[in-house]
């Protein structure tokens, strides 16, 4: 007869958005079958829930944003819609039975690490102990309001893009918008066309791509459908293309970063005749040190007869709009914040303490760190899915997570083995893999000359520097001399761990 000699841990998942669903699925199939989903909200979809924005697409190609172990037939768009990915992630995680698991309107308030495992108690009063934590919790949730004397007293309908308020009608209206990052490109390209007046406030230009979208009809599709070897096919022609012509340009510079920053130039020179407006939209940083703009759809908007690009500053926001330093004054009916997001604030404010009481907020109160962007140290049994230092340009996240995904259950394995009892990588593994990355940074397009979310407070980019393929091989076997080993095994053979999340 067989002996179970394989621990069972329960896991809570922190999160129901791309990375949460995917987590669930990986779990389930790895046998874990004591898995809490907590979500905050009433549905799936995490960014693609939220960001419900006129215009809202994903700029990586749409059969590459998929999960590698199921493609989608039925995308509407090579730089898929919105609504599009949000009905993907809802039908893949009905699908894979994760829907029903999810304890939706319930987020964490506190996660504390005791005595081999995590306390956590939620925002509806309920109490958790789980062996591991994956906080799937995302990077850019937390929208960033900007500081402008003046921007409570205005009177007209203000949001920001990621909490847009579909109440508010916008034809015929007077509308400005803060910010010219990936957001403000997709959302004035779309409201452009309807209101009364468009005014931008821009600080910064961006240089823009020019990558025509394109609509997949009928045939396409059903090319595809019930074709999982075709979609890989195109999946990885899209990611090769991702890689050589922008992901390698940005990281490593060299010809590709040649190439690319001709192709911008000659978009700018191009789709902008008016050399005054030209000067205005030219940034004076980088190609790619900003997040770069795909959209053939943005300086056409600029350049439509509703349309101002105002390049002045803003000196404050009054009842009635926007004074610009020139002594201008704009008036307006509604005032979007394209402003972005706080990019490092990860899963806090939840009360999070590792190891000896250690709150997040103190261990990261230096520098917001990793290991290998997942691992805490001080934080036994926790992982941070797309953590610190996780993006690589604007590849797909989704094949970041998958990684990611992976290399968590390798180390949750070690524990089900027995191997050892807590999974923590130790403080000098950290430091080394940061000195690590800081050096890979002197040669990225991200260090060239311009402010971003990127960057932290001491200006480092919380990126991976090198390349696709060489993230892929380091994170491929975790290095087991980084982590701590917690003495030896507890479970004897035939007493699998039998913990309730
Ligand atoms: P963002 O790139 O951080 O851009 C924020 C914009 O607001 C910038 O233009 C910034 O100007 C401006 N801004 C901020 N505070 C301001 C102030 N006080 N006064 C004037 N202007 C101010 O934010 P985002 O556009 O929301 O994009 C964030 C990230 O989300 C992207 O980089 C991307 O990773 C992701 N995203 C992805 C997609 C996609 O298609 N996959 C789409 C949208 C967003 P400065 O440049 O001068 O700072």
């Keep these: 007869?067989?002996?179970?000699?394989?621990?069972?841990?329960?896991?809570?998942?922190?999160?129901?958005?791309m990375t949460g669903i995917l987590m669930g699925i990986k779990l389930r199939e790895a046998g874990i079958d004591q898995v809490t989903i907590l979500e905050k909200a009433d549905k799936v979809g995490g960014t693609w829930r939220e960001n419900t924005y006129p215009g809202v697409a994903c700029d990586v190609p749409a059969h590459m944003y998929t999960y590698s172990f199921q493609g989608n037939p039925e995308w509407r768009h090579r730089f898929a819609h919105g609504d599009e990915i949000q009905a993907y992630f809802e039908k893949i995680s009905g699908e894979y039975g994760i829907t029903g698991r999810v304890r939706f309107n319930e987020s964490v308030d506190q996660c504390h690490y005791r005595d081999g495992q995590w306390y956590l108690t939620t925002s509806k009063g309920n109490e958790l102990v789980a062996d591991f934590v994956i906080a799937a919790t995302g990077i850019l949730h937390h929208p960033a309001y900007p500081d402008i004397q003046g921007l409570d007293s205005f009177?007209?309908?203000?949001?920001?893009?990621?909490?847009?308020?579909?109440?508010?009608?916008?034809?015929?209206?007077?509308?400005?918008?803060?910010?010219?990052?990936?957001?403000?490109?997709?959302?004035?390209?779309?409201?452009s066309k309807t209101a009364g007046h468009l005014t931008i406030f821009q600080r910064t230009p961006q240089w823009v791509l020019g990558v025509p979208d394109k609509i997949y009809g009928e045939h396409d599709k059903a090319r595809l459908r019930g074709n999982q070897p075709l979609m890989d096919k195109?999946?990885?022609?899209?990611?090769?293309?991702?890689?050589?012509?922008f992901t390698e340009a940005v990281s490593s510079g060299g010809w590709r970063h040649a190439l690319l920053s001709w192709r911008v130039k000659r978009h700018l020179r191009k789709s902008v005749r008016d050399p005054a407006l030209r000067a205005r939209l030219t940034p004076d940083y980088k190609v790619g040190c900003k997040r770069l703009i795909f959209s053939s759809t943005f300086y056409a908007a600029v350049q439509r007869?509703?349309?101002?690009?105002?390049?002045?500053?803003?000196?404050?926001?009054?009842?009635?709009?926007?004074a610009t330093r020139d002594g201008a004054d704009h008036q307006l009916d509604v005032l979007v914040l394209a402003t972005g997001f706080h990019p490092f604030n990860f899963m806090r404010p939840m009360d999070l303490t590792g190891r000896g009481g250690l709150s997040i907020d103190q261990a990261w109160s230096r520098k917001v760190q990793a290991y290998r962007s997942v691992c805490l140290p001080g934080f036994p049994n926790f992982f941070l899915m797309l953590g610190p230092n996780s993006p690589v340009g604007n590849y797909s996240v989704i094949a970041m997570s998958e990684v990611q995904g992976d290399y968590v259950l390798k180390l949750i394995d070690q524990w089900r083995q027995g191997q050892l009892q807590e999974v923590e990588a130790t403080e000098e593994a950290k430091t080394r893999f940061n000195d690590y990355l800081k050096q890979g940074m002197g040669s990225t397009a991200w260090v060239g000359g311009c402010?971003?979310?990127?960057?932290?407070?001491?200006?480092v980019p919380a990126l991976w520097p090198y390349s696709w393929n060489q993230w892929v091989r380091e994170m491929a076997e975790p290095v087991m001399d980084d982590f701590h080993r917690a003495g030896p095994a507890w479970c004897m053979p035939g007493q699998p761990a039998e913990k309730a999340a």
């Excluded at 007869?305 to 926007?322: D, H, K, M, Y």
């Excluded at 402010?451 to 200006?459: H, I, T, V």
């Design 305 to 322: 007869p509703n349309v101002t690009l105002e390049t002045a500053g803003i000196e404050r926001i009054s009842a009635s709009g926007v």
């Design 1 to 17: 007869m067989a002996i179970n000699t394989v621990k069972n841990p329960a896991v809570v998942v922190i999160g129901a958005g």
């Design 451 to 459: 402010q971003s979310w990127y960057l932290d407070a001491d200006g």
């Design 234 to 245: 195109l999946r990885e022609r899209y990611a090769w293309l991702m890689r050589n012509t």
């Design 155 to 191: 009177t007209g309908a203000l949001f920001h893009t990621a909490r847009w308020d579909h109440s508010v009608d916008l034809r015929g209206k007077r509308v400005g918008i803060i910010g010219t990052g990936s957001t403000a490109a997709q959302v004035i390209s779309e409201i």
